[in-house]
């Protein structure tokens, strides 16, 4: 059997005809705000899309689609597969993508493969299935191959991006994007309201606010798993963990403090990604809770929760969470940035969409036992089940992306924010600002 994807580029040639029609000129610098404060451009980064590609692209709904290799081509028996570079890529110093260039990486980046070029197409053999060789490639991203060059990188404080002239796509609409981090949510408010900024992250209690005078809200799937972890060598006692998880009311957070934004849960996967989540009961049981709290030494029944203020709600969050568990008869003081807290309310990444794959970076970041491969949704849930065992971490919700963009901002093709999170900003272009306000 030889299955083959492609594109034809007559599309590309007609999409680039009918957006030069559509828009009203190139230029602009885009203006952004984040809270984020890498320490390096990580690819992985919801801006990294600007300037690193993958031979494959996941779209919307997880299927692979051409990017960086126009075609491939699978050979059933032999696990023999052949990727046909798109023509005429130029890297962002000038030079070409070559089929040669794009072996060694992947050598190095997916070990135990064999991998050769074969004039402009790569050819790699696999003993895994047809999805698990194509979300690896999906996930091995080439620095340099994106829409916008990095230009200035400041840790933790700017990032500069400029046109990419030479893109394959087709040049962005945009000259450059600027980017601030490390900006607070209530700042980034302010100055998308005083037309300082384009995009601007909002907090779910400000989404009302963000949307007024002609601004658009932007969201991606809920994406950003909100819990509580307790720390390493701290709640020893099992049925401390368990009183605590068994008090929070989730459905109230999720209704009052977060305006109904994301959802409720109890699982570590979002719904939307795995399907089950809902089967994780997220209900409190204020009952079992006091019987377990009740069963513990006074002196074992007390906990320091702390929290980062830069997580969205996150002193909200905390000081519900902390009046549920004191209705179950614990005591529990809340603390910013207390390092030598019990507990503390931390929010993860949800980074594929592929649930096995979004599982196993899940379990890492929040410092637990990697789950073994899973080939259906039962072992994949098995696996999950296994890793809240203990309740040393304690699902509250998942919570998307949610941007402010200003009246100027305007998107040729959507999405500008995808599911993940991650940035499509070479669909942007800038308009005129509506009459009395702000450029």
């Not at 009961?281 to 069963?295: F, V």
Request: overall charge neutral; glycine content about 8%; proline content about 7%.
């Amino acid at each position: 059997m030889r299955l083959t994807v492609w594109l034809p580029l007559a599309a590309l040639s007609v999409i680039a005809v009918c957006g030069a029609a559509t828009r009203p000129h190139y230029g602009g610098t885009l203006r952004v705000e984040t809270r984020a404060t890498p320490a390096a451009f990580d690819p992985t980064a919801p801006m990294a899309p600007l300037v690193f590609e993958a031979l494959v692209r996941l779209d919307e709904t997880g299927a692979p689609q051409p990017c960086l290799a126009i075609s491939w081509q699978h050979e059933g028996a032999s696990r023999r597969w052949q990727f046909n570079l798109r023509p005429a890529v130029k890297l962002h110093d000038g030079s070409p993508l070559t089929a040669a260039a794009v072996v060694s990486a992947l050598q190095a980046a997916l070990p135990g493969l064999a991998i050769n070029a074969n004039g402009d197409a790569v050819v790699i053999r696999a003993e895994h299935g047809i999805s698990a060789l194509l979300l690896d490639l999906a996930h091995t991203a080439f620095a340099g191959t994106g829409p916008f060059r990095l230009g200035a990188f400041d840790a933790g404080r700017r990032a500069t991006f400029a046109a990419n002239e030479d893109y394959w796509g087709g040049r962005p609409f945009l000259d450059g994007i600027e980017v601030q981090l490390g900006r607070p949510l209530r700042d980034q408010l302010v100055d998308l309201e005083l037309g300082k900024t384009d995009i601007a992250e909002v907090a779910p209690a400000d989404l009302r606010r963000a949307s007024e005078h002609g601004r658009a809200v932007w969201s991606s799937a809920a994406v950003n798993l909100l819990a509580l972890e307790f720390a390493p060598g701290r709640a020893h006692d099992a049925r401390l963990r368990e009183a605590l998880a068994l008090a929070i009311d989730r459905a109230a957070m999720h209704n009052v403090l977060l305006q109904k934004q994301g959802e409720a849960t109890a699982a570590l996967l979002p719904q939307w990604l795995s399907g089950y989540a809902f089967a994780f009961p997220a209900k409190p049981d204020l009952a079992r809770a006091q019987s377990l709290a009740g069963s513990l030494p006074a002196a074992a029944r007390a906990l320091t929760l702390t929290y980062d203020p830069a997580v969205r709600a996150a002193r909200a969050l905390a000081e519900r969470a902390a009046v549920n568990a004191r209705d179950a008869g614990l005591a529990v003081q809340v603390a910013p940035q207390n390092a030598q807290a019990d507990v503390r309310l931390i929010e993860v990444r949800v980074r594929s969409l592929d649930p096995a794959r979004a599982l196993a970076g899940l379990a890492e970041a929040l410092g637990l036992e990697a789950p073994p491969p899973a080939a259906t949704a039962a072992a994949l849930y098995a696996s999950e089940r296994k890793l809240l065992d203990g309740y040393r971490v304690i699902p509250l919700c998942h919570l998307p992306d949610l941007y402010g963009a200003a009246s100027r901002v305007h998107i040729f093709a959507a999405p500008a924010i995808t599911r993940l999170g991650d940035w499509r900003f070479d669909n942007i272009w800038l308009g005129a600002s509506p009459s009395g306000t702000a450029p």
